[in-house]
């Protein structure tokens, strides 16, 4: 156990060191505004925000939403401090990514969407915080877990209940490497084994894949479509402590971004929990008027 939680220390502390890596990481990460700038800026913009507009909110808000797929009821989120969320729309008859039969790998960073929907993916695995399990049990938000072997061997079952919950299970490599630095067949190795790993322990095999720090090659795209990989999924916004880092300069998120978050502890969070990062995460999404839908059902 301590040997397996050292493993993935190190290739954490190694992952520092590569190109990419700051986006990856919050204390690292350049921080797009300070926390109080940014609280601050938040709740002036909507104030009935971090109160979870228990008093200003909708009067009939009790009665509606609970039954739409993808939306819990009223009560749930303000448990977790939240407002509800609108519930996505339907999803569409075809989904606008699709992999051609022996065609390349789509290569995604957002789905084409004039909805106000963004998607949310959680990587790597590292912290197994039991709240967080209860917390997607009560909002039913979707999310898309990108799971890299090195970090979650010693405890596979933590993620069962999430995977039952219907959140996405997607691949992450066995051992988190930059694979722009290995060989086509070493690529595919990462790939497929932690395909065979996931599908073995979750009975479900993945379709989406993630690059660790976003770093791929054509060789990536090759070794992907040999694994059975549909898409390989890059992001949009990578939420940090408090608030997100934008790849757009005016820092606003768009229909169809995908967002980037860890599964963090308060070792890595400067104190906070993962159950708090996500409920900033999903403040921060609310703020601008977006709703969460499941990527599964676009690409
Ligand atoms: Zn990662």
Not at 17 to 38: N, Q, Y
Request: net charge positive; glycine share 8%.
């Amino acid at each position: 156990m301590k040997k397996k939680i050292a493993l993935w220390a190190a290739l954490t502390a190694v992952a520092l060191l590569v190109t990419g890596c700051a986006s990856e990481d919050p204390a690292a990460a350049p921080a797009p505004r300070t926390p109080a700038a940014g609280e601050a800026t938040s709740s002036a913009g909507d104030p009935a925000g971090d109160s979870a507009g228990d008093s200003a909110g909708d009067p009939a808000g009790d009665s509606v939403g609970d039954k739409a797929p993808g939306a819990a009821a009223p009560a749930a989120y303000r448990k977790w401090g939240l407002k509800p969320f609108a519930p996505p729309p339907a999803p569409p008859a075809t989904k606008p990514v699709v992999r051609r039969p022996g065609g390349p790998v789509p290569v995604i960073s957002d789905i084409p969407t004039t909805e106000k929907i963004v998607f949310i993916t959680i990587d790597d695995g590292a912290e197994k915080d039991p709240e967080f399990v209860t917390m997607m049990k009560d909002l039913k938000v979707p999310v898309t877990m990108f799971l890299t072997d090195a970090a979650i061997r010693a405890d596979y079952a933590y993620f069962a209940p999430l995977v039952a919950q219907g959140h996405g299970l997607a691949n992450h490599t066995l051992t988190h490497p930059n694979l722009r630095t290995l060989s086509r067949e070493a690529q595919r190795r990462e790939i497929c084994g932690q395909q065979t790993k996931l599908t073995q322990r979750y009975g479900t095999a993945p379709r989406l894949f993630r690059p660790p720090y976003g770093n791929w090659n054509e060789d990536t795209r090759a070794a992907a479509g040999t694994c059975g990989v549909d898409a390989i999924v890059l992001w949009r916004e990578s939420m940090q402590i408090k608030n997100m880092q934008y790849q757009r300069g005016d820092r606003k998120l768009r229909p169809g971004d995908i967002i980037l978050a860890h599964f963090r502890g308060p070792s890595e969070l400067k104190g906070r929990t993962m159950t708090e990062m996500t409920a900033t995460m999903l403040r921060r999404i609310q703020e601008q008027g977006f709703t969460v839908a499941r990527l599964e059902d676009y690409v």
